[in-house]
């Protein structure tokens, strides 16, 4: 049974960090891409950050220079650097794998920024 397990998500003011992590299992670990996605209230889903099982990065140009994606494949986990956070990063942050058509997401995580 594949899970997605994320964790790290608060609140914290403008300016401050968090670091989120998700821990994954059922899956082979190594093969598949994974990315952080966020849904605030009356938008879209959409992609934050990603990583290739290559470790190859993309970020949302939103986030550029303020988060880092990055994983350990011997801890089957990514986890999600958040420095500098504004209040328009507030969202639910959902952990996702994709392997060809495969995929699977997580249950989200609240991430809540004052200002």
């Known amino acids: 049974q594949v899970q997605l397990v994320e964790s790290g998500g608060g609140l914290v003011q403008a300016g401050g960090s968090l670091r989120l992590s998700c821990a994954a299992s059922g899956i082979a670990f190594s093969i598949v891409a994974m990315g952080w996605y966020r849904q605030a209230p009356g938008k879209q889903r959409e992609l934050v950050a990603g990583v290739t099982s290559g470790g190859n990065t993309n970020y949302a140009d939103s986030v550029k220079g303020r988060f880092t994606i990055s994983r350990d494949n011997a801890k089957n986990t990514v986890y999600l650097e958040m420095n500098n956070l504004k209040p328009e990063d507030t969202a639910v942050y959902y952990c996702?794998?994709?392997?060809?058509?495969?995929?699977?997401w997580g249950q989200g995580t609240q991430v809540t920024v004052s200002s």
């Open positions: 996702n794998a994709q392997y060809i058509t495969w995929e699977h």
